[in-house]
């Protein structure tokens, strides 16, 4: 079948987005599904850093690519081997495929699935190859979705039926920005009632994991951030205190007002210099998590005393260290019952044709969750 997408040409390319044009809507072909895969209408689509670090080369992908990987829409077809799904099903994405039989998934830890991080990297599905194509060549799939498309084939082990009636937009925040965040403060920091808590970077992902952090109890929950239009958000959801990353004093800051630091610092801004800001703010015997996607060249300085002295702890989260047919229904039970205001993440829309628009106001920090409504 034949479909429309954003396909990306090349990378690096850089903003103005509405100038440069970096994704063009184009008639893609689209092949059916294989065995074990999925033909899903997209409903909507969140537009989100990693998608932005694609385009502008931070992670190198192979082009030409239908990118976007934070989404929800409805199955169409369902192919050989699919057993458990039928048309109209409802469906969350989710960036890493899980075979269920590698050793991270035989552990519980789907996040790390080998064979779908392999295919993911080389952009191509779990069971290999690509149905995209244009014009006889092969279009690459991103992160083994390819949202930014009114329709995508996906393995059945991207997939997350859902059986909650709320907007498809709320839904596609899910697979992605809540998953990585809530994630990120609910299982691998594992944050508890009455300890506090200190995230930095709010974006979609760092304001999930400050909902996280706040669904868990956390006595003190502290947004840092270099928006002071972000941080009045933050407090809207729950922050207990704010403080501008931009402020020369910043860390002496924080770690007066928490008498030497927070038990957890959550990194989420995907740079050096948050992550480093996030460890100088965790108290002795603390945990710094992280969850941002830096530039792979990027490497920071850490002394090793400090982690023996202090019994430091640095954390690695992707995902959220989730289990996504676990984690998205709770998270989305905790969104209907008022406990996680996902709905408040997202802060505009368009259509297809607006995408690069959008990533320009991703970009400038504009908006929380742009969401491409197909």
């Known amino acids: 079948m034949k479909t429309r997408a954003a396909v990306l040409h090349a990378s690096p390319v850089t903003a103005p987005y509405a100038q440069s044009k970096p994704l063009r809507i184009e008639e893609v072909e689209l092949a059916p599904p294989g065995m074990g895969e999925v033909l899903v209408r997209v409903r909507a ?14 992670r190198p992908r192979p082009v030409p690519m239908v990118l976007g990987h934070e989404a929800a ?3 169409e077809e369902v192919g050989p081997g699919v057993t458990d799904l039928r048309k109209g099903d409802r469906v969350i994405m989710v960036f890493v495929p899980s075979c269920g039989h590698c050793a991270p998934c035989s552990e519980g830890r789907p996040a790390l699935c080998e064979p ?11 069971a290999g190859g690509r149905r995209l194509s244009q014009n006889g060549q092969p279009v690459h799939h991103h992160v083994g979705v390819s949202a930014f498309a009114e329709h995508t084939v996906m393995s059945r082990h991207s997939l997350v039926k859902i059986e909650a009636d709320i907007p498809h937009e709320i839904a596609a925040l899910f697979g992605c920005a809540v998953l990585t965040g809530v994630g990120a403060a609910v299982n691998t920091a594992k944050v508890r ?5 200190a995230v ?5 992902v760092g304001l999930s994991a400050l909902l996280g952090a706040v669904a868990c109890g956390a006595s003190r929950v502290i947004a840092v951030d270099l928006s002071d239009e972000k941080l009045k958000i933050a407090r809207e959801l729950g922050a207990t205190d ?3 990353a931009g402020a020369p004093d910043v860390v002496e800051a924080i770690r007066a007002a928490t008498k030497g630091g927070v038990d957890h610092g959550l990194e989420m801004a995907g740079s050096v210099k948050a992550l480093e800001l996030a460890y100088q ?10 969850a941002g996607l830096a530039n792979p060249a990027h490497t920071m300085s850490l002394a090793p005393v400090r982690l023996v002295g202090e019994e430091r702890t640095l954390k690695g989260s992707y995902v959220g260290s989730c289990i996504p047919v676990r984690d998205i229904p709770r998270f989305i039970d905790l969104y209907q019952r008022g406990r996680l205001p996902v709905d408040k993440l997202w802060t505009s829309s368009s259509p297809l044709d607006g995408i690069n628009e959008g990533f320009d106001a991703l970009n400038e920090g504009r908006t929380i969750r742009h969401v491409i409504q197909m």
Do not use: K, P, Q, Y
């Not at 703010?281 to 992280?290: A, E, H, S, Y």
């Open 45 to 58: 689509a969140g537009l989100c850093h990693s998608d932005l670090s694609v385009i502008d080369g931070n």
């Open 73 to 75: 829409g409805e199955v």
């Open 116 to 126: 779908g991080n392999a295919a993911n990297g080389v952009g191509e599905l779990m």
């Open 193 to 197: 009632a009455g300890e506090t808590a």
């Open 200 to 204: 930095v970077g709010l974006g979609g």
């Open 242 to 244: 704010t403080f501008n």
């Open 281 to 290: 703010i965790t108290r002795r015997g603390g945990t710094t998590t992280t």
